[in-house]
């Protein structure tokens, strides 16, 4: 756990250069706009450690999967979020001595990313090996408002000398992975150009031929006035660049104002992709410096306007929240189908960039929250456009009949993940895909989703599962064997619970979503029904039969579910008798001990309590979070949510605060010691739930929204906001009362407390905190 990273309510802050963490701050000050997303790298040259990363939404590789064994029906590729051509680069030479925080001593260092106005800052002093003082100041954003472009302003004033300085703005095309399988380039150069103060790179990825154009103009101002310069262009193989050599006097501020635009042909068509990224230029030049940090201050607001949370009384708790819902709208912004959530977000190479269950399990509840409907909307209809891909992906494993199987990890619907156990058994993840549907109706209540879509994956998820199952003769029960459930350090396991149980949950619902259907548009119902060729009452009588008579392992005595058949062969002991020396286990234990122990990575049956509470009384929940929470490492960023959430349910509050600010923190804290990867985008969503659903008990319960606050013992005040069925509200939560605002027109019923109660529009209600 590491604690450089200064607490500040809208900021995050790193005072004085940390070299040895200079990853983890490059994962931390990433900005992104969804379309596109930037490690915080420097501008200028740096000889020391880094990591460097520039994404484009959508431009993934199919890399060459390594594995050392192969098992038929494994993809053949891993798909990788490409490092995109390098847009920010700007080297800086002072006299003759390049400018590169490796090489010079460094004074007053300060990176700054400002989540309210959502941009990058950084000052220092630098000393050069010759001696030269410079000062300088840079800010840098991704623009929400013209999402193809960024800014840089890069300042520099030399403090004790009359003389040269030299700044190259650069576009660099030669740019490689770090994960890259086989340690290759995955760009080809098209065509370069450099003119006179603007320069431009088409490229295109290899094998799979996304083209993305990246074009740069600047402008130089000498004490805050605009000023003529001269500029040399250079072109390379695969690099463009300006060159200015400036006579400076000391103390004179020279800034170099670099607007770049990135357009890929996911949006453009190829052969006008140049031409576009000129006009891009050309736009946000018009606008200037000044007025794109001002839309982009505004955009923020707006944004910060449906998604924040506020807290009094704890500044590390705010600053964790922000930073955690700033990522998650910096990451995705919900306005192309075709995009999604990689579990790094643009922090990254790990994971790929690609999708995982943890978008529907984990992102979708934040999203529905808090952007509008077509946000979260989006999420869904990825999938359904994968659908087709997810029936191939299960033909290929031996399923049949329109039964569908979405992929672990995929960029386009294919599955790419090659691990026997989890590419062919964590197929919980299909169950995730089937309850975000629900939850996506329960929020917005647009039951048209299920007529236009909805109904068609459900009946290809349920027709996975009831293939999946088999008849034991020995049990007179259906049993799902094979399977790994979330908690992956268990592999190739009989009747997980929480698999089994989402899987008849699926199959249950899919009936209940047949018969909406039926009833609100038989023709529609008629026109998929042909389509899928679905044979209505074989089908559904077969999933009554399994649903009536699958089989779920429990210990009668304990009164737990067990998270799968031999669970209690295991040698159980809580992970406090584990050495501290230890932990992690997946650092320091053998694989082959993980499996045979009893440690859990993340909620597995606990992750059935949460999504299925409404099945359980209180005293089930206890009994078996009170049971498998002190065996669970919570080695994977998405356990602590789910966690504190169950924990504030049974009034465990000073358990819920603790995971909260674990989950919080995570990657501030650098809890994991991973965060230098990249920052854990998705287990940021589970931070909002745990403060929404967890702190303030929101639930919504056969269509109507449920509130239940109470506040963390050294909080003084929180709010957060919901949007439930176009209505917006914000919660309050100070003191001894709740309050809840209508900020829309239109009335809306909710139960505080278990009391329900109207809020007419623009009004509110108070109660005490119960
Ligand atoms: C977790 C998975 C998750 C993946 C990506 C793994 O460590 O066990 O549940 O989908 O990370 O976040």
């Known amino acids: 756990m590491k604690n450089y990273i200064k607490k500040d309510e809208w900021c995050i802050i790193e005072k004085d250069f940390h070299p040895e963490y200079n990853r983890v701050s490059e994962s931390l000050f990433s900005i992104g706009n969804g379309r596109m997303g930037q490690r915080g790298n420097f501008e200028e040259q740096y000889s020391g450690d880094s990591l460097q990363g520039n994404y484009v939404a959508g431009i993934y590789y199919p890399d060459k999967t390594r594995v050392g064994w192969w098992k038929n029906g494994y993809p053949e590729y891993f798909a990788k979020v490409l490092n995109a051509p390098n847009w920010i680069g700007i080297d800086v030479f002072v006299d003759n001595d390049p400018l590169d925080l490796a090489q010079c001593e460094v004074v007053n260092f300060k990176r700054v990313l400002n989540m309210k106005e959502g941009y990058l800052k950084r000052s220092f002093i630098a000393k050069t090996p010759g001696g030269k003082d410079v000062k300088v100041n840079t800010r840098r954003f991704l623009s929400i408002v013209d999402d193809d472009c960024g800014v840089i302003r890069f300042s520099i004033t030399p403090l004790n000398f009359d003389g040269k300085i030299t700044m190259i703005p650069y576009i660099d095309a030669d740019v490689k992975n770090e994960d890259a399988n086989y340690d290759e380039k995955f760009w080809d150069v098209l065509e370069k150009k450099a003119h006179e103060q603007e320069a431009y790179i088409s490229a295109k990825t290899k094998k799979l031929h996304f083209h993305v154009c990246c074009g740069m103009k600047y402008e130089i101002f000498r004490n805050g006035h605009k000023s003529d310069f001269e500029s040399e262009g ?31 042909s996911l949006n453009h068509k190829t052969e006008d992709l140049l031409e576009h990224t000129r006009g891009e230029l050309e736009k946000i030049l018009a606008k200037g410096y000044d007025k794109l940090l001002e839309e982009q201050a505004w955009a923020w607001k707006k944004k910060w306007e449906w998604s924040d949370i506020e807290i009094k009384g704890d500044v590390a708790a705010q600053q964790g929240i922000r930073f955690n819902i700033f990522q998650l709208n910096q990451t995705y912004t919900g306005e192309d189908a075709r995009l999604n959530i990689g579990p790094k977000g643009f922090t990254g190479e790990k994971y790929g960039g690609s999708t995982y269950w943890d978008t529907e399990a984990y992102c979708l509840p934040f999203y529905l929250s808090s952007a509008p409907p077509e946000v979260s909307r989006n999420l869904l209809l990825y999938r359904y456009r994968h659908l087709e891909k997810a029936i191939e992906n299960a033909e290929k494993l031996g399923f049949k009949n329109g039964a569908a199987l979405y992929p672990m990890v ?4 294919e599955e790419c993940h090659n691990e026997w156990e989890i590419t062919f058994e964590e197929i919980h ?68 619970w929480y698999t089994s149980k989402i899987a008849c949950w699926t199959m249950q619902y899919t009936m209940e979503v047949i018969r909406f259907v039926k009833e609100s548009n038989r023709t529609r119902f008629a026109e998929i029904s042909s389509k899928i060729a679905f044979r209505e009452t074989d089908e559904t009588d077969r999933w009554q039969e399994i649903i009536d008579n699958m089989y779920f392992p429990k210990d009668q005595e304990k009164g737990i579910f067990l998270q799968q058949e031999g669970y209690l062969d295991k040698v159980i002991k809580p992970v ?3 050495p501290e020396s230890e932990i992690p286990i997946n650092q320091y234990w053998s694989w082959d001990r993980i499996l045979r122990s009893c440690y859990i990575k993340q909620a597995d049956v606990l992750q059935g309590m949460y999504f299925f509470e409404q099945e359980y ?51 501030l804290d650098d809890y994991n010691n991973d965060t230098s990867d990249g920052c854990h985008v998705t287990s940021m969503a589970g931070t909002w739930m745990s403060v929404v659903y967890g702190f303030g008990g929101m639930r919504i319960i056969e269509g109507k929204l449920h509130i239940n606050p109470f506040i963390p013992g050294k909080w003084q005040k929180y709010d957060f906001k919901i949007l439930f069925r176009g209505v917006l509200l914000r919660i309050d939560v100070e003191g001894k009362t709740v309050g809840v605002r209508n900020h829309s027109d239109k009335e809306i019923s909710v139960f505080l407390y278990g009391k329900e109660q109207k809020i007419g529009g623009r009004a509110s209600i108070s109660a005490f905190i119960e």
């Not at 995929?410 to 619907?413: A, F, K």
């Not at 929470?629 to 509050?653: G, K």
Request: proline share 2%.
């Open 429 to 496: 993840r299909n169950g995730a895909i089937a309850h975000a549907i629900l939850d996506y109706v329960n929020y917005t209540g647009d039951k048209d989703y299920l007529i236009e879509y909805g109904m068609e994956v459900l009946i290809a998820i349920s027709r996975f599962w009831s293939q999946r199952v088999n008849f034991s003769e020995a049990k007179q029960k259906y049993v799902m064997l094979g399977v790994t459930g979330p908690n992956e350090y268990e592999n190739n396991v009989n009747n997980n």
């Open 576 to 578: 406090t008798e584990i």
């Open 410 to 413: 995929t960029m386009n619907g």
């Open 617 to 667: 009384d209180e005293d089930t929940i206890r009994r078996n979070y009170d049971f498998y929470e002190p065996l669970t490492v919570h080695e994977s960023s998405l356990s602590p949510c789910i966690h504190s959430i169950l924990a504030a349910r049974l009034r465990y509050h000073d358990k819920a605060y603790e995971f909260y600010l674990r989950t919080a923190r995570l990657d």
């Open 234 to 264: 250079t072109v390379k193989e695969k690099y463009v660049a300006g060159k200015t050599i400036l006579d400076c006097r000391q103390g004179e501020q020279i800034d170099l104002v670099k607007y770049t635009a990135v357009l890929s």
